[in-house]
């Protein structure tokens, strides 16, 4: 009998524990933020408001299927930043250009930066914050991130004779090698690879790489890629450039060889003064102030 009795108590205790599991409130699932648009395009974001969000949780959208992100080396995104307690826009790049950063989290911030770590170019994602308790942004964010190519994307064009060849480290900087010939008179502008993106139009402010060279020496005076980040300018400032990159699409790589009769802009230098000198430009992004302001 104290066998049969011990036997009863235990089926009884595991019954009593299947009761006391099925009565246990479950743990509260973060609230549900869906993300919809197609690449290239701002997104649209819907969820309840006001959100609670007790903790920085991201996920990714879609993967990206370019070159994974490289810890240091500069990162280029598009970003949509909601205030999550009435889903008001606070700030988004997609009507004006990309933001270039390092990807460093002394760069990116804490949360920004695990988000993009171990990313790939091409990737959207979901960032979703509690308020930090610093003024301005003591309230929960929802942000949406696209990674863009920080070099160009496209199908090589054949070298054309009587230019420079132009020749790229592992990380897309390029250098040239002079031809020992006479430059050219007049303005050239020659695709390296064609990109497939929207159109450079006249006013546009363009988002590149660039590296500037002495036609004569092939030495090079300026570059993005030495000072670490992209640029972003309006065309309208640069008149060779405006007119060389016009009806270039986004994702394309373009020499630039301009003669000494065009002014250089933001690259004015005594040092170049009467020279010509060749540019390879990458044309990362392209954005239209007159719609941005409409």
């Known amino acids: 009998m104290r066998r049969l009795q011990g036997r009863a108590l235990v089926a009884g205790l595991a019954i009593a524990l299947v009761t006391l599991a099925g009565c246990t409130t479950p743990e509260t699932e973060p609230a549900a933020v869906t993300v919809s648009g197609e690449p290239g395009e701002a997104p649209t974001i819907t969820y309840v408001t006001p959100l609670q969000v007790d903790e920085t ?63 790939q170019v091409g990737a959207r994602l979901l960032q979703v914050s509690p308020g930090s308790g610093s003024g ?38 390029p250098s040239i090698t002079p031809t020992g010939t006479e430059p ?70 373009v020499m630039l060889v301009v003669p000494p009769t065009y002014a250089l802009g933001v690259t004015d230098s005594e040092e170049l003064a009467g020279q010509t000198v060749a540019f390879v430009v990458d044309i990362l992004a392209t954005g239209h102030p007159e719609q941005a302001a409409g």
């Open 184 to 253: 050219p008179t007049t303005l050239v502008a020659q695709p390296l690879v064609r990109g497939s993106g929207e159109q450079v139009g006249a006013s546009d402010v363009v988002t590149v790489q660039y590296t500037g060279f002495a036609w004569t020496t092939g030495e090079a005076f300026d570059s993005t890629w030495s000072h670490g980040l992209p640029v972003s300018f309006s065309l309208q400032d640069v008149q060779a450039w405006a007119e060389g990159l016009v009806d270039q699409p986004v994702g394309s790589q």
């Open 57 to 119: 949780r991201t996920e990714q959208i879609w993967p990206g299927t370019g070159a994974e992100l490289v810890e240091g080396a500069p990162v280029l995104i598009d970003f949509w930043l909601e205030d999550a307690t009435d889903a008001s826009l606070v700030k988004e790049s997609y009507s004006s250009n990309p933001t270039a950063m390092l990807l460093t989290e002394e760069d990116l911030g804490t949360d920004l930066y695990e988000t993009l770590r171990g990313q």
């Open 136 to 173: 301005a942004s003591d309230y929960p964010t929802v942000t949406v991130v696209d990674v863009l190519p920080t070099r160009a994307e496209g199908e090589p064009v054949p070298p054309v004779p009587n230019l420079p060849v132009v020749t790229l480290d592992a990380a897309g900087a």
